[in-house]
């Protein structure tokens, strides 16, 4: 499984700041960019392709965590092709704003921020029907059995699915188990925090790398 680790900068200067070694082991970084002010986000993104000269970065401009729309479609759309050719990847919020033409390096992704639905298989036929490459899913169990089904429904998928790379992950302290097991139920990557979690349940880099090196 490939380790994420997000990064939440706030401005221009929490990135020269940031001690980028502690993220050598991230086989990812994730840019969270929804934490700057947009104007800023030009800059920003070349000083953090600066500071992470050798990883992957993907950008991500979270809305669904909002309870507000924070931007139009139409600035969504435009955001997202600002900087999908300037990182390896760039996550894209399909179900939310399903009229976007999908760049080629997207991650469509959908959040529920209460639950693991009823109806996860069809999310995550939906997501993949656009014809991206990545498809990402987080939800919050409220019980046990939440994560079996998000784990069974998974590998499923997975199996059903050899050509798309799937990412999910069970979010909270019902669903850390998600979070390092991921290789056992068809999930490719996993999300680790340096510091700041950027959603709840995360573990550390550190601790994701030696369960990772446990179970290979
Ligand atoms: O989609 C995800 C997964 C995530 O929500 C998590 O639960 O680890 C963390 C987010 O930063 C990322 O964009």
Redesign the pocket.
Known sequence: MKIVV?IMPKNLSEIAKLDTAQYANADLV?W?ADFMPIPDLKQAAQDIKAQFPNQGIIF?Y?TEDKAEPVLSAEDYDRLIHQFSTEFAYV?VEILRFPSISLPDNAIV?Y?DFTQIPQNLPDVLSKMAASGAKVV?F?GMPQKQSDVLRLMTETLRFSEEHPDVTLVT?A?GELGKITRVASDSFGSSWT?ASVGET??P??LSLAEVVRIREIFQ
Request: aromatic share 6%; hydrophobic share 30%.
């Open positions: 997000p994730e969270r991500t979270r996550d992704s959040h990402k987080a992950m979010m999300f950027s959603a349940g995360q």
